[in-house]
């Protein structure tokens, strides 16, 4: 069984470029989440795809958005980079069947800095 | 709107004693609740998880944590810890409805461990 890919794992951004953050999920999971971790905090919720839509949003900007594919790999974009960007960005994989599941396999996360 | 208070930013003990890592939470209702652990450039590794029943939850790495509904807590205790406890320790909750599940981190707990 394998576990929660994420790619790539260092990465260095001007100020208003863009970026693409992958993730594959663990097999057999459908749902994937993203969180942002700033440098000494915990992980914020960014969103959450499930069946490759949207199904829930934290408190970021419509300049953060992504991706779900039909082998439930994800995709975070982030445009107009801002210093503020700068995080550790983890994915999250789980499985959800009706029944909601709390299994979330995290991913070692992308280091994103922003110059 | 929720939020998760760990009080004590960081914690240093002797390798062989007790721990205590203290997790208070604002919600709505009684959440589903977590603590996860992260070492350096990992992801977050599950250590337990309360979702109903018995309050005293037993864990992963012999871990344990109670629920106190009165007082809103969920602490993480160990009787003995080891030098490879050291890391960062979150506590976390979720809704027990809607349909992203998406969780809400406190600030974490850096833990050092001394000889």
């Known amino acids: 069984e394998t576990g929660v890919t994420q790619s790539p794992t260092h990465l260095i951004k001007t100020r208003g470029q863009q970026v693409?953050?992958?993730c594959s999920?663990?097999?057999g999971h459908n749902t994937v989440s993203w969180y942002q971790q700033a440098l000494?905090?915990?992980?914020?919720?960014?969103?959450?795809?499930?069946r490759e839509e949207e199904n829930g949003r934290g408190n970021f900007p419509?300049?953060?958005?992504g991706l779900q594919f039909p082998n439930y790999s994800s995709e975070l974009n982030v445009n107009a980079l801002e210093l503020d960007?700068?995080?550790?960005?983890?994915?999250?994989?789980?499985?959800?069947?009706?029944?909601?599941?709390?299994?979330?396999?995290?991913?070692?996360?992308?280091?994103?800095?922003?110059? | 709107?929720?939020?998760?208070?760990?009080?004590?930013i960081h914690i240093t003990v002797s390798e062989g004693a007790s721990l205590e890592l203290r997790c208070n939470y604002s919600y709505g209702a009684t959440p589903y609740l977590f603590w996860y652990v992260q070492s350096p450039g990992q992801g977050l590794q599950l250590l337990l998880k309360y979702f109903s029943g018995d309050t005293l939850v037993q864990?992963?790495?012999g871990f344990e944590a109670e629920f106190k509904r009165s007082q809103s807590s969920f602490n993480l205790r160990k009787p003995s810890v080891h030098w490879s406890d050291a890391a960062e320790y979150f506590c976390a909750v979720g809704p027990r409805a809607g349909s992203a599940?998406?969780?809400?981190?406190?600030?974490?707990?850096?833990?050092t461990v001394l000889p």
């Open chain 2, 101 to 111: 599940r998406q969780l809400t981190f406190g600030s974490g707990t850096q833990l």
């Open chain 1, 25 to 27: 999920s663990q097999s």
């Open chain 1, 40 to 50: 000494g905090q915990g992980p914020q919720f960014i969103f959450q795809y499930y």
């Open chain 2, 59 to 61: 864990g992963i790495k």
């Open chain 2, 1 to 8: 709107a929720q939020s998760v208070t760990q009080p004590d």
């Open chain 1, 62 to 65: 419509p300049r953060f958005s």
């Open chain 1, 85 to 115: 960007d700068s995080a550790l960005y983890l994915c999250a994989s789980s499985f959800r069947d009706g029944t909601e599941s709390y299994g979330y396999t995290f991913g070692s996360g992308t280091r994103l800095t922003v110059v």
């Open chain 1, 20 to 22: 693409t953050l992958r």
